[in-house]
């Protein structure tokens, strides 16, 4: 069986755009995402650079970021981005798999961020609401700036909540990381791997048509043609384009 482009498609398949983590838990105890929130002018120009392809300046902008958070997840993406498109796979690896661990650190402490935040606001309302109650009881009820002092707190603390990340959604990793991840596995010929990180990038983003491409090739190239058409149906019941030359190749092979 011939051998479609594997190397088109992971070329192709580098992101276009470099995301950058959306810090919420302002006001937190945790000084890391304090430092993030910093560090992040420095962060967003060194992404244009690697955009641009200048490596040597992103790099540079890079090396302060790294001395104050040295595994600080955006910074090792953008490593991990420049190691590829150098075809240092195995440092590219390296630096993919930092920014994922260093993003579930920062999942956890902002877990323990908000645990904290919910006991602290429990207990504010229910001392604010105490004494309200106990304002009322006394025949206050008609101070109206005491009162309306009392209950705009109570709202300020059920809106604060409003502005913090679900846990569930607070520093997962992005398609465009598992897609870079999975990629760095493939070169290395580890398929199966390359595989898992391909679909937790589709998991992440459904229509991420890069991905869907490079998971029906890494079927296509170890001639595993069940699984290749399956994902090409599912990819283009998605709405995803498939490369023409793939789709061809996969549907018309014996």
Not at 24 to 48: C, M, N, S
Not at 111 to 120: I, P, T, W
Not at 231 to 244: D, R
Request: hydrophobic fraction near 40%.
């Amino acid at each position: 069986m011939a051998s479609f482009s594997r190397f088109y498609l992971l070329r192709v398949a580098v992101v276009a755009a470099l995301p950058l983590l959306h810090l919420h838990a302002q006001g937190t105890g945790d000084p890391i995402f304090h430092r993030y929130r910093v560090l992040e002018p420095t962060v967003r120009k060194a992404g244009e650079a690697v955009l641009s392809r200048h490596f040597e300046e992103a790099k540079r902008l890079l090396e302060p970021v790294l001395k104050d958070v040295p595994d600080h997840a955006e910074a090792h993406f953008l490593l991990a981005t420049m190691a590829y498109q150098d075809r240092d796979f195995s440092g590219a690896l390296g630096h993919i798999e930092t920014s994922e661990r260093s993003l579930k650190d920062l999942r956890q402490r902002y877990k323990a961020v908000l645990a904290k935040r919910e006991d602290d606001d429990t207990e504010d309302a229910r001392v604010t609401q105490d004494s309200l109650r106990s304002l009322v009881d006394a025949g206050y009820d008609s101070i109206d700036d005491i009162l309306g002092d009392k209950r705009q707190h109570l709202k300020a603390i059920e809106d604060r909540k409003g502005n913090l990340l679900n846990v569930k959604e607070a520093f997962a990793v992005p398609a465009s990381y598992s897609l870079l991840h999975g990629n760095c596995l493939f070169r290395l010929g580890r398929a199966s791997e390359a595989a898992a990180e391909y679909q937790m990038a589709i998991q992440t983003d459904p229509v991420n048509t890069k991905a869907w491409n490079n998971l029906i090739n890494l079927y296509w190239e170890q001639k595993d043609l069940a699984q290749a058409r399956v994902a090409l149906a599912k990819a283009e019941a998605a709405g995803v384009t498939v490369v023409p030359g793939l789709k061809r190749s996969v549907l018309e092979a014996k």
